[in-house]
Structure formats: C-alpha cells, structure tokens
C-alpha cells in the first residue's frame, strides 16, 4: 500500500516537467517521507487522527503567531508554538462554501462545481473524508458545513443550518430532523466534539472536522466576552483611506465600512429594543442573553448619539466598533481551541493527532477602508494555516513556501497510508511539514478564481495567480482588465503596473504562467476569457 502512494504523487502533472536528476532527488525524499510514514504505521501505533478547526473569516491580521497586537489568540499562538505555521497559505476561492467543497474534494471550484454561495454542493463526489472512511476511519464534521447538501462519508455529523446562529443555534442532526441548542454557538460546537470524542469508538483513527461559525459576520460575541476588548484603541491600517486609483474593482466594490456597514445590522446600533427584535440573531435570544446583549450595545449607542459623529469621525467609529467586535468573538474562538486541546491532551491523544488550525479564507479589518473577502489582494486571499503534528513537524517552524487549502486533502490521505486520487488538484504538504521541500521545486505559483458575480458585495469575476513575489490578476465579465502587484516594494498592492510599460514583459511572462495554470488545472471558464482577449 505504501507503495501505491509512492506511484501517485509522482506522477502528479506539474506545471514544468523536472529533470531527470531533479526527479530523482525528489523519489529519494519521498522514499523518506514514506518510510517514515511506514515506520510511524508498523510502529504498532494507532494510523495518525486528523482533526481540522476550520473558522469563518478568521484572518491573519487578528492571530498573534501571525503579527497581530491585540492579545485574543492565546491558545492559536500556543499551538503555533507546538507546530509549524504556514506563512504564505492561500484559499482557491475567498468565500464560504466554495472553500469548504475545496477543503473536501481537493479540487478547485471550476471542476467541484461549488463556484459560489449560491450553488448547491455535489455530495456524490469524491471527498477526503469517503476515502478514511473507507479505509477504516471514523469520520464526523461538527459544526458549520454551510455545503447545503447533506454531508456524505461521515459517520458522524450535527451542522448548522446554512451560515447558523451565534446564540441558541439550530442544528441538522443525521435523522433529518433539527433541533435548537441553548447557549452560544463556539462553545457548543465544542461541546459537541468532545461528546463525540468521547464515545466514538476507542480501536478505530478518527478524522473529525470541527467547523465553526466565528468570527463571521455580524461578529456577535458571547455575553461573556463583551466589552473585553473596549479598551484596546486599534490604529487604522495605513491604507485605509485608499481612493483605489487605477484599480477598477477595488473603485467599484460594495464592501467598504464607510458604506456598506451598517450601523443597526452590523453595529448593532439600534434605535430601541423593539427594533432589535426584528433581528432574527437577536429574537431567539432568551430573556438573561437578551438583557445583557441589548444593555450593553444600549451603552454604547447612548454614547454614541452624544457623539453625533459624522464623516471621517463617523468612518473611524464604526471602524473600532466592528474590530472590537470582531475581536471579542475571536476570543471565544480561541478559548475554544483552547478547550479542544486541553480536552486532547488529557486523553492521551496529542502526540498521535494532526491539528490543523485554518480558517475558511481571510478577511478585511479595515485595509483598503473594507471588511468582507472575496478579492484576490492578499488579506482575503490568503487563510491561517497552523499544523501541530510532532513526529513529522519541528515545533516553531516557518514555512514560507506557497500552499493552499486545495492541499489539504492530499495531505490527510497521504497521512493515513491512503492513496492520493489523480483527480485531486492539491499536493500533500507532508514533505514540507518533514522539511523535505523547498521554494521552486516545490510550487512557483498559485491559483485562484473568484466567481460570486453579479453577487453581494459587487466583486468582479476574476482570476489570476499569485507567485512568491508577484501577483497578476484578469478582472473580467461586466469590466476586462488586468492588475499587477510586485509584493516585494507593494505588499498593500495599492499601485497597479499593469499597464505602465517598463514591466511589459513581466506581465507577459506572468501572463504565460496562469495560462499554464489554467491548462494544468482545466479551468475551462478562465481559458475561454483569455482565448477571447
Ligand atoms: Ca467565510
């Protein structure tokens, strides 16, 4: 069987076909790898347990193993500090469901089928979790799923209905029926896991999905962290101001603080209570969470009609008033994680688990003056993906080199001894959690095709690829045309060259390079533009 697995990643298609030597050297690092897989399986150790915590729109900018100053990712930081974090990890697609289908298929969403919020998931298809069921694992996916159809190839699943409920959330249960829980939403997701945890059967691997609501919008923190973050006098980013000259999308988009936030949905700056039950997030509550909910924003409203801000001033204030939210329903998020491993360690399971810590993209805290994703410019784009698993990973590793979510189901089976289907598009990162891989020969490019159009937000089609310095980017659909970014001397990418003539050929260069992509990949949708120019 280990074998089998040998066969299939060398003869994954690549953008550029290795030399001989070049692929030499590389059979020689994966006899390694799986030789160490082996030994790890004949050791007379259970196969490895895989569980991922995968977040809504936790980003980047909010971890602190990731930069960020605001203290609320104690534990993510712990587990960072017990793993290896990927620097430069990207989504295929920055948007909810489309994520999730490519974290299950290992494929992208031109060939998953899933491009958008609006699509409904094939749950026949092929998918990471069918392939351990079938190889003797239990499998489950608690939490959010947001993939519409029922899940397949778990043994165990309870999902929120749709984006869910922070507070009292509904979930469907296997039976087909649905039933509320009191309380709020990261921490039963919580609950749940460790009673599953709990009574699954003890002989068996398991590979558990914990999928959580947090920190998506309208970012509702428990009524026990609110106000925890009231003090903290956030900077702006430095483009927050950006007027997004000479890039068209960026002009054009629906997803700015400044206009799209609202101030009772998003803020929940509401004129009464009687207004604030007409939020569906808010009705459910019972009458303890109502009362604390509704006093505390019922503070801050007062305070800020005395203000009587408007302008910048009124811009800035919903800017720290979304962060301080944002932020308050991080903590929870990561008092949870911290909950899951304490709960992991005191059964004995640390040292035989692969935790991954990822989110399902980034988001926007205020650069470019936006929340929401979607685009491709790197806060969205790019997603937190932390890997806690000694017996292959060094603790406190950086890993620079270019992944992406559509990795992640090669690596699981890869893990488990199972064999890594053609059709999947990822490539195991385990060679570079072994430190076995490095820079180009490992992956010069990503790829990326956003498709939610006309959609929420008014973010343009577009795809493009990404490379460890530069970044080019084909808008297309209602408006056609192109950005460059040299991230090296731009990492806001706020200056598009494009179109300035001295990097000519760096654009034809990069321009022949997602063309490979897009051949490799078989995205047919992108191809058809690029045919037409
Ligand atoms: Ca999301």
């Given at each position: 069987?280990?074998?089998?697995?040998?066969?299939?990643?060398?003869?994954?298609?690549?953008?550029?076909?290795?030399?001989l030597?070049?692929?030499?050297?590389?059979?020689?690092?994966?006899?390694?790898?799986i030789?160490?897989?082996?030994?790890?399986?004949?050791?007379?150790?259970?196969?490895?347990?895989?569980v991922?915590?995968?977040?809504?729109?936790?980003?980047?900018?909010?971890i602190?193993?990731?930069g960020?100053?605001?203290?609320?990712?104690?534990n993510?930081?712990?587990?960072?500090?017990?793993?290896?974090?990927?620097?430069?990890?990207?989504?295929?697609?920055?948007?909810?469901?489309?994520?999730?289908a490519?974290?299950?298929?290992?494929?992208?969403?031109?060939?998953?089928?899933h491009?958008?919020?609006?699509t409904?998931?094939?749950?026949?298809?092929?998918?990471?979790?069918?392939?351990?069921?079938?190889?003797?694992?239990?499998?489950?996916?608690i939490?959010?799923?947001?993939?519409?159809?029922?899940p397949?190839?778990?043994?165990?699943?309870?999902?929120?209905?749709?984006?869910?409920?922070?507070?009292?959330?509904?979930f469907?249960t296997?039976?087909?029926?649905?039933?509320?829980?009191?309380?709020?939403?990261?921490?039963?997701?919580?609950?749940?896991?460790?009673?599953?945890?709990?009574?699954?059967?003890?002989?068996?691997?398991?590979?558990?999905?914990?999928?959580?609501?947090?920190?998506?919008?309208?970012?509702?923190?428990?009524?026990?962290?609110?106000?925890?973050?009231d003090?903290?006098?956030?900077?702006?980013?430095?483009?927050?101001?950006?007027?997004?000259a000479?890039?068209?999308?960026a002009?054009?988009?629906?997803?700015?603080?400044?206009?799209?936030?609202?101030?009772?949905?998003?803020?929940?700056?509401?004129?009464?209570?009687?207004?604030?039950?007409?939020?569906?997030?808010?009705?459910?509550?019972?009458?303890?969470?109502?009362?604390?909910?509704?006093?505390?924003?019922?503070?801050?409203?007062?305070?800020?009609?005395?203000?009587?801000?408007?302008?910048?001033?009124?811009?800035?204030w919903?800017?720290?008033?979304?962060?301080?939210?944002?932020?308050a329903?991080?903590?929870?998020?990561?008092?949870n994680?911290?909950?899951?491993?304490?709960?992991?360690?005191?059964?004995?399971?640390?040292?035989?688990?692969?935790?991954?810590?990822?989110?399902?993209?980034?988001?926007?805290?205020?650069?470019?003056?936006?929340?929401?994703?979607?685009?491709?410019?790197?806060?969205?784009?790019?997603?937190?993906?932390?890997?806690?698993?000694p017996?292959?990973?060094?603790?406190?590793t950086?890993?620079?080199?270019?992944?992406?979510?559509?990795?992640?189901?090669?690596?699981?089976?890869?893990?488990?001894?199972?064999?890594?289907?053609?059709?999947?598009?990822?490539?195991?990162?385990?060679?570079l959690?072994?430190?076995?891989?490095k820079?180009?020969?490992?992956?010069?490019?990503?790829?990326?095709?956003?498709?939610?159009?006309?959609?929420?937000?008014?973010?343009?089609?577009?795809?493009?690829?990404?490379?460890?310095?530069?970044?080019?980017?084909?808008?297309?659909?209602?408006?056609?045309?192109?950005?460059?970014?040299?991230?090296?001397?731009?990492?806001?990418?706020?200056?598009n060259?494009?179109?300035?003539?001295?990097?000519?050929?760096?654009?034809?260069?990069?321009?022949?390079?997602?063309?490979?992509?897009?051949?490799?990949y078989?995205?047919?949708e992108?191809?058809?533009?690029?045919d037409?120019?």
């Amino acid at each position: 069987m280990i074998i089998v697995i040998f066969a299939s990643h060398t003869n994954q298609k690549t953008a550029k076909e290795p030399t001989l030597q070049i692929n030499l050297v590389r059979q020689m690092k994966n006899v390694l790898l799986i030789l160490l897989i082996f030994n790890l399986h004949a050791a007379g150790q259970q196969r490895p347990n895989i569980v991922v915590v995968i977040a809504d729109d936790h980003t980047m900018q909010a971890i602190g193993a990731y930069g960020a100053r605001y203290g609320v990712s104690p534990n993510i930081d712990q587990l960072a500090k017990e793993g290896v974090l990927f620097n430069r990890a990207f989504v295929t697609n920055s948007i909810c469901a489309p994520s999730r289908a490519v974290l299950v298929t290992g494929q992208f969403s031109h060939k998953n089928g899933h491009i958008n919020n609006l699509t409904k998931f094939d749950g026949s298809q092929d998918q990471y979790q069918k392939r351990l069921q079938q190889a003797g694992y239990q499998t489950a996916w608690i939490g959010k799923w947001h993939l519409e159809s029922t899940p397949q190839g778990f043994d165990y699943w309870e999902v929120l209905p749709g984006q869910g409920q922070y507070y009292n959330p509904d979930f469907l249960t296997m039976d087909g029926g649905q039933k509320t829980t009191e309380g709020y939403c990261t921490n039963i997701i919580t609950n749940k896991v460790t009673d599953w945890l709990d009574q699954r059967d003890k002989s068996k691997p398991f590979s558990l999905v914990v999928g959580h609501k947090a920190t998506h919008r309208t970012w509702m923190p428990d009524t026990a962290d609110l106000g925890a973050t009231d003090q903290l006098n956030i900077t702006l980013p430095e483009n927050f101001y950006d007027a997004y000259a000479g890039r068209t999308a960026a002009e054009d988009q629906d997803l700015s603080i400044d206009k799209t936030m609202l101030l009772g949905y998003d803020l929940k700056m509401y004129d009464d209570s009687i207004a604030a039950l007409k939020e569906n997030s808010i009705s459910r509550m019972n009458t303890a969470q109502r009362n604390t909910y509704l006093a505390y924003y019922a503070r801050i409203k007062a305070d800020f009609d005395s203000k009587n801000l408007s302008g910048k001033a009124l811009t800035e204030w919903k800017y720290q008033r979304y962060m301080r939210d944002y932020l308050a329903t991080a903590i929870s998020l990561d008092r949870n994680v911290g909950r899951l491993m304490q709960y992991l360690k005191k059964n004995n399971l640390l040292d035989n688990t692969m935790i991954v810590y990822t989110s399902d993209q980034g988001f926007y805290l205020g650069e470019h003056g936006w929340f929401d994703k979607r685009f491709m410019y790197e806060e969205s784009m790019r997603t937190p993906m932390i890997i806690r698993y000694p017996p292959l990973a060094r603790k406190g590793t950086v890993i620079q080199d270019l992944v992406m979510n559509l990795d992640m189901a090669p690596t699981f089976l890869q893990l488990a001894g199972v064999a890594v289907p053609e059709s999947m598009q990822g490539k195991s990162i385990l060679p570079l959690l072994a430190g076995e891989a490095k820079g180009d020969a490992w992956r010069t490019g990503v790829y990326y095709h956003y498709y939610e159009h006309p959609g929420e937000h008014n973010v343009y089609r577009h795809f493009g690829i990404r490379t460890s310095r530069y970044k080019l980017i084909r808008f297309y659909g209602v408006k056609n045309f192109w950005e460059l970014y040299d991230l090296r001397h731009d990492p806001h990418e706020m200056r598009n060259l494009a179109g300035e003539m001295k990097h000519e050929k760096l654009l034809a260069n990069l321009k022949r390079e997602l063309q490979q992509l897009i051949r490799q990949y078989e995205d047919v949708e992108a191809a058809a533009v690029l045919d037409n120019e």
